[in-house]
């Protein structure tokens, strides 16, 4: 059974930091290209970063770029999301996906608010 269980999100303070884990089972984790997405209320959902099967190539959108990184771990199948200087523009649910060839998991997300 695919299973893509996000982590680590809750409520932070503006400037504050959070990382957030999605942990994959039920498929071969180190073949898969994984994203973070997120969205926010009343908005489409957006990239916002890419990690490459072998974790040698990330991109970010550029709101993201110098404040969030990816990171994944092959040996416990699990992809980070570390996010500082966090905004209250940066609150909204984050979703982690797995993509390989026609394959294509979701999780089920996870709530980051930003709010003093």
């Known amino acids: 059974q695919v299973q893509l269980v996000e982590s680590g999100g809750g409520l932070v303070q503006p400037g504050g930091s959070l990382r957030l884990s999605c942990a994959a089972s039920g498929f071969t984790f180190s073949l898969y290209v994984m994203r973070w997405y997120r969205q926010a209320p009343g908005k489409e959902r957006e990239l916002v970063a890419t990690i490459t099967s072998t974790g040698g190539t990330t991109n970010y959108a550029d709101s993201m770029k110098g404040r969030f990184t990816i990171s994944r771990d092959n040996a416990k199948n699990t992809v980070y999301l570390q996010m500082n200087s966090l905004k209250p523009e940066d609150t909204a649910i984050y979703y982690c996906?797995?993509?390989?060839?026609?394959?294509?998991?979701w999780g089920q997300g996870t709530q980051v608010t930003v709010s003093s």
């Open positions: 996906r797995a993509a390989w060839g026609s394959l294509d998991y």
